[in-house]
T-cell receptor, first 113, second 114 residues
């Protein structure tokens, strides 16, 4: 079945440093979604990318969708303590009519002030 | 409602007992998902509904797990003969349409089987 992998599993950075997490799917995705989960909270939607090679920015966050629509990345510039949490990518495979959202295992980000 | 509501927020049950977990999605959302999340892991897909029907239940781990959504709104996840390995946070999410729009998650039900 479809698998979504994320690396790294953990990332510890000093405040002000950059951070990147990578997401790879075993199957082609119809879209990729990114979520953030704060400690003790639930996943909260950040963004969706649909087109091959698409790049979107949200302030200090940059999201990319690969040309083959099987990988994606999230880059945070100049991290802040408010960026702490676990970042998940999720996507429906093109082979299941866009229904089932499969999540990666997440990258946990900690930021030292 | 304003968001996805899940009840109860916490449930402690004895091994072998039956439990029901309830999810009240955002009004008008046709797609509803159930996930299970263990500590340090990503949400694990269980089942999703499009309207009243289970469009994909391939993530249900075994026949002790069952979910319904009889009127296309509220959904109930039912677990029979609970086992200690069922302990996890059960998350419900809804979206306007299947798969291609953002999913809104509830706060989850933390199930502990003792």
């Amino acid at each position: 079945g479809q698998q979504v992998m994320q690396i790294p599993q953990y990332q510890h950075v000093q405040e002000g440093e950059d951070f990147t997490t990578y997401c790879n799917s075993s199957t082609t995705l119809s879209n990729i979604q990114w979520y953030k989960q704060r400690p003790g909270g639930h996943p909260v939607f950040l963004i969706q990318l649909v087109k091959s090679g698409e790049v979107k920015k949200q302030k200090r966050l940059t999201f990319q969708f690969g040309e083959a629509k099987k990988n994606s990345s999230l880059h945070i510039t100049a991290t802040q303590t408010t960026d702490v949490g676990t970042y998940f990518c999720a996507g429906p495979s093109i082979y299941n009519q866009g229904g089932k959202l499969i999540f990666g295992q997440g990258t946990e980000l900690s930021v030292k002030p | 409602g304003a968001g996805v509501s899940q009840t109860p927020s916490n449930k402690v049950t004895e091994k072998g007992k039956y439990v029901e977990l309830r999810c009240d999605p955002i009004s008008g959302h046709t797609a509803l998902y159930w996930y299970r999340q263990s500590l340090g892991q990503g949400p694990e897909f269980l089942i999703y509904f499009q309207g009243t029907g289970a469009a994909d239940d391939s993530g249900l781990p075994n026949d002790r797990f069952f979910a319904v959504r009889p009127e296309g709104s509220v959904s109930t996840l039912k677990i029979q003969r609970t086992e200690r390995g069922d302990s996890a946070v059960y998350l419900c999410a809804s979206s306007l349409r299947r798969g291609n729009t953002e999913a809104f998650f509830g706060q989850g039900t933390r199930l502990t089987v003792v």
